[in-house]
């Protein structure tokens, strides 16, 4: 596809489930960067993977969050024991080079909105 | 004090207007800058990177003051279709993911 997918685009759980958040980057696409978004608020950096890198994992709020990304292209961001708090939207996004310069454009993908019950 | 702070609007103004919104960052070591827009429900996009030296594209002017730690971004002759959230995006020195303000809404009337 020409852009970042996500899976399921919603997804209603009651407390106390895990859940499971597909993202798949764009093509060729060697960063992969998860946010959520509050309502009301604005994003919140979760995780990002770099090639074969050490994820940088310091935006994940809890140890209920984990993501995982295999073969460098599709990630999926895991979250246990869902809280009525975990309630957002999941937003992917890739970008072709991990540099911090001004080449560094994120294309996002059109999220997983998340209800926790 | 948040990282990156914006006034969150709304801005309602008339088609055919000039408008003007402003983002400070925190981070002195902030290294690159970007304005995102995002409909509503919809995901984020790119609508510009800021350079120091400024930048246009368009009816739309982005500035950088590295000195006072502010983003600018005007948008001359505003259509309907422009109105939206304007996210400031900072990245700061060693990291790589964004940075989001939490947006200013802009609602363009006719």
């Known amino acids: 596809g020409a852009g970042v997918s996500q899976s399921p685009s919603n997804k209603v759980t009651e407390k106390g489930k895990d859940v499971e958040l597909r993202c798949d980057p764009i093509?060729?696409?060697?960063?992969l960067y998860w946010y959520r978004q509050s309502l009301g608020q604005g994003l919140e950096f979760l995780i990002y993977?770099?090639?074969?890198?050490?994820?940088?994992k310091s935006g994940l709020p809890s140890d209920r969050f984990s993501a995982e990304r295999t073969g460098g292209s599709v990630s999926t961001l895991t979250i246990q024991r869902t809280q009525q708090e975990d309630s957002a939207v999941y937003l992917c996004?890739?970008?072709?080079?991990?540099?911090?310069?001004?080449?560094?454009?994120?294309?996002f993908g059109p999220g997983t909105r998340l209800t926790v019950l | 004090r948040k990282e990156v702070e914006q006034d969150p609007g709304p801005f309602n103004v008339p088609e055919g207007a000039t408008v003007a919104f402003n983002c400070t960052y925190s981070?002195?070591?902030?290294?690159?800058f970007f304005w995102y827009r995002q409909d509503c429900r919809k995901e984020p996009k790119l609508l510009m990177s800021?350079?120091?030296s400024g930048n246009e594209d368009g009816r739309f002017t982005a500035q950088l003051n590295r000195a006072s730690q502010y983003i600018s971004l005007l948008i001359r002759d505003s259509k309907l279709s422009d109105s939206a959230t304007y996210l400031c995006?900072?990245?700061?020195?060693?990291?790589?993911?964004?940075?989001f303000g939490s947006g200013t809404r802009l609602q363009v009337q006719p």
């Open positions: 996004a890739s970008s072709l080079h991990p540099s911090a310069g001004g080449s560094n454009t994120q294309y």
């Open positions: 981070n002195s070591a902030s290294q690159s």
């Open positions: 093509s060729g696409h060697t960063a």
């Open positions: 995006v900072v990245i700061d020195t060693g990291r790589r993911a964004l940075t």
């Open positions: 800021v350079y120091s």
């Open positions: 993977f770099q090639g074969n890198s050490a994820p940088d």
